[in-house]
């Protein structure tokens, strides 16, 4: 969702790159609201931190919350933004939701990535 929300606010100003500690695949959820914001993720993939070169890149905005965090080469600009992941597992404290309260798992999440882009200043170093 961070990766289409970006890509959709940013457009070409910036290069956009989305992976995950342990990918899991996008989670049908996440393709249905960002549907209901005119984003299509239908096409995106689940990539692994591990596939991308940190050390190329100029910030970081990590997402995880009781997940591991990658580790960032100190030279790299990181920001934290801790977020519950929305898809509940076996480890959750509520894997049995609904449909809709699913749903609003992922809008909320959803909402809370796009609020903090739009205070992101990407001309501050």
């Not at 591991?68 to 080469?73: A, Q, R």
Request: charged share 25%.
């Amino acid at each position: 969702m961070a990766e289409g929300l970006a890509r959709d606010m940013f457009g070409e100003r910036v290069s956009v790159l989305s992976a995950g500690s342990a990918p899991a695949g996008v989670n049908p959820y996440a393709v249905r609201v960002m549907a209901e914001n005119g984003i299509d993720l239908s096409a995106h993939t689940s990539k692994s931190v591990n596939g991308i070169d940190l050390a190329k890149v100029d910030l970081i905005i990590t997402l995880c919350a009781d997940e591991v965090c990658p580790i960032v080469p100190a030279t790299v600009k990181r920001l934290h933004w801790p977020l519950p992941d929305p898809a509940p597992n076996t480890k959750s404290a509520a894997p049995n939701l609904d449909k809709d309260q699913l749903m609003d798992r992922f809008r909320t999440a959803r909402d809370k990535i796009s609020a903090r882009l739009s205070n992101l200043d990407l001309n501050t170093p």
